[in-house]
């Protein structure tokens, strides 16, 4: 619309380019920041459970066992998965 009214940012003070030059850059910024923060949580949010676990199947439960103490056992011995990074 300035171009067609006769405006010409070449007329503008060197200043006034540098200001707007600046303005851009930091506006771009802060659109890259929130862009990558929008794609952080959602790849966040489609992650599974970080609290799942895995119980180590090299282990064997000492004798016999009841349902209840084996169990029992089977949850003294679970480990955290390791986070990915």
Do not use: C
């Amino acid at each position: 619309m300035g171009l067609l009214m006769g405006f010409e940012p070449s007329r503008l003070p060197a200043a006034l380019l540098d200001l707007a030059a600046y303005k851009l850059t930091f506006v771009a910024s802060l659109a890259l920041l929130a862009a990558g923060a929008i794609i952080t949580r959602h790849a966040r949010r489609n992650e599974p459970d970080k609290t799942d676990v895995a119980v180590d199947s090299s282990i064997q439960p000492p004798g016999l066992l009841s349902a209840n103490e084996r169990d029992a056992w089977e949850r003294a011995q679970r480990v955290e998965k390791p986070e990915r990074v």
